[in-house]
């Protein structure tokens, strides 16, 4: 993301890949010179971030900044109170499962504990020095009576560094292969780091973006906080971002401008997954983005409203689109049972999914349940088969092929054996959890970087549900739209879920306006046809949203009209918690 838009990069009707809220004049601020100002008029601070940010880089860039001024400073890095390697790699390992699994199980420590605790705490200001600064991931942790500076850092970001081998896992000191530091981070310190992040929310002075190697964009927490609360009454989009893979088509890279083309397809484009997405912040050109975590741990209710209680700081529903346009099949795959998802990963919701056929070449399917005539372990044994010998499967023989077609809803609740074919754009409608998928046939074909990817019979296994099988597919599992309301000039349409899912899917068609009520409920929603339309919410505020932009009206928005300021009929979809 750049550091300042040099013109507004919002044009109407044009997918948007840097969405920012604007704040208004003189709340953002650029570059260290500022920064080490702010910091020489407290003469005491912590520097407190996220994983993955480049801390010597940052203490260098304020050394220099410093020492201009003549200012003598006491730097106490928390790096060098972390427990030794071979202590960390003993805690954490009874939560990364085996070397070659892709998962483990949700971490139950705290930061903390990878640290010497005793010994940072402990550390004091020296009087003998101008300035004094504890800085290092955990640096909170000294309990300084001093202003926090944050540093945070977008999740994409922080991948591309750990593939490109700039980063480490927390307390490691030699690299890993990408998906070990991945798994690492999901089940351990991004859990540990949002634990962290939660408690010091409301001791945070000062709120920085570290995903830029030698600048830096920062503003203070109680305007950061103002920002929240006053996109939580109106819309929020995340920040998008899109990521290539084996089976990946060309949809996105002609849809979507200002991309990178250099790469040989996009899978996915991470819509609306909050615990991968950031929220931007916008002020006199200036971006600051922000982890999507801050919004639920500060705003959790404004947001779900009247499902808060049930979901705390988690944001249950997500969006994103799974591009085989031109593209090859998904693995053959299905999710965990909600049991055992919690009892193996420590997750607390499954991964429910639905597939809404935003566009389609003319022979597209869907793959989606079991043929009348299944016979598990003889489907089994083909698969390992497949598995030991490189042999063909004809998968036909036993899963069920849709035609798909644009607007078409295929339901996935957990345990249902499903892919997207080939020459889909799928946009996938889902609950949060994204990375439990248990792949059963992957075509014979290796991932990008040529290796075989992880084929999961067993867990498959474990999950699948046989009975959803013949006609039952068709009558449970392929939704059948129903007109709900109908006005003068639209149609309020339900696309009903499967019992499992805890959201359910409305689609709204309109030619001019409609006004609809949250009724102190979330709505995800996104234009799936039509040029663009503009949202108007209750508190004075209003927004523009283009074709396959997804954004969010929170709960406490209470009411919002949409206009479309196209010149055909638009298509909304709205997805919501039961």
């Keep these: 993301m750049p550091v300042k838009l040099e013109q507004d990069n919002a044009l109407e009707g044009i997918y948007n890949i840097y969405p920012a809220y ?17 910091i020489v008029e407290q003469k005491t601070v912590i520097i407190d971030g996220y994983a993955g940010v480049f801390w010597d880089k940052i203490k260098s860039a304020l050394q220099q900044q410093m020492a201009a001024t003549g200012l003598k400073v006491n730097w106490i890095d928390t790096a060098a109170f972390l427990k030794p390697v071979s202590e960390i790699e ?16 949700r971490c139950l420590l705290e930061l903390k504990d990878l640290y010497v605790f005793e010994d940072l705490a402990a550390q004091l200001p020296d009087n003998g ?23 945070d850092l977008p999740k994409n970001e922080l991948q591309y560094r750990m ?5 480490t896992n927390m307390g490691n000191n030699q690299m890993e292969e990408p998906f070990l530091m991945y798994k690492r981070s999901y089940f351990v310190d991004w859990v540990l780091l949002n634990q962290h992040k939660k408690a010091i929310l409301d001791k945070i002075t000062v709120l920085a973006d570290g ?17 929240l609360n006053k996109i939580c009454h109106s819309t929020i989009r995340v920040r998008p971002w899109f990521e ?3 089976w990946g088509g060309q949809w996105i890279k002609q849809h979507i401008p200002n991309i990178n083309e250099d790469v040989v397809n996009y899978a996915w484009s991470f819509e609306l997954i909050v615990p991968e997405n950031g929220l931007v912040f916008e002020s006199e050109g200036y971006l600051l983005e922000a982890s999507f975590d801050f919004l639920m741990f500060h705003n959790q209710e404004q947001v779900l409203g009247k499902h808060a209680a049930q979901f705390g700081d988690e944001f249950p529903i997500r969006f994103d689109f799974l591009d085989t346009y031109d593209g090859g099949n998904l693995s053959i795959q299905c999710h965990p049972k909600l049991k055992y998802i919690q009892e193996t990963f420590g997750e607390t919701i499954t991964q429910d999914e639905t597939y809404y056929i935003l566009d389609c070449e003319k022979d597209a399917h869907v793959y989606l349940g079991f043929q009348e005539n299944i016979d598990p372990e003889a489907f089994r044994n083909e698969l390992e088969k497949s598995q030991d010998e490189g042999s063909e499967v004809t998968i036909t023989d036993y899963v069920q092929s849709h035609s798909a077609k644009k607007h078409d809803l295929f339901l996935i609740p957990n345990g249902t054996v499903h892919s997207a074919g080939a020459g889909n754009l799928v946009l996938e409608i889902s609950a949060t959890p994204y990375i439990f998928t248990f792949k059963m046939y992957d ?9 075989p990817r992880p084929i999961n019979i067993d867990h498959a296994f474990n999950n699948l549900n046989f009975e959803r099988k013949g006609n039952r597919v068709q009558e449970e599992l392929i939704s059948a739209p129903k007109v709900l309301e109908t006005g003068k000039d639209w149609e309020l349409i339900h696309l009903p879920t499967h019992a499992d899912h805890f959201y359910d899917v409305h689609r709204i ?21 039509g040029e663009s339309i503009l949202i108007e919410t209750a508190d004075g505020s209003s927004q523009i949203f283009a074709y396959a932009e997804t954004f969010v009206v929170p709960a406490a928005a209470n009411s919002y009209k949409i206009t479309n300021l196209g010149k055909s009929k638009a298509k909304v979809i709205k997805a919501f918690l039961k």
């Design 163 to 167: 593939r490109a081998g700039s980063v």
């Design 211 to 227: 995903q830029w190697p030698t600048d830096i964009n920062w503003m203070l927490a109680a305007d950061f906080k103002e920002g």
């Design 129 to 151: 020095y101008d300035i004094n600064i504890a800085i290092g991931t955990a640096a909170s942790l000294i309990n300084w009576d001093s202003p926090i500076i944050y540093i």
């Design 244 to 246: 290539p893979g084996a």
């Design 509 to 529: 068609d309109f030619d001019s306006a409609i006004k609809i009520e949250t009724d102190n409920c979330c709505h995800v929603m996104m234009l799936v046809e």
């Design 443 to 451: 075509w014979l074909r290796l991932d990008l970087d040529g290796n």
């Design 90 to 105: 003993t805690i954490v390992q009874p939560y990364l499962g085996v070397p070659e699994s892709v998962w483990g199980t």
């Design 22 to 38: 604007s704040l208004g004049e003189n709340k953002i601020f650029n570059g260290y010179g500022s920064l080490a100002k702010w």
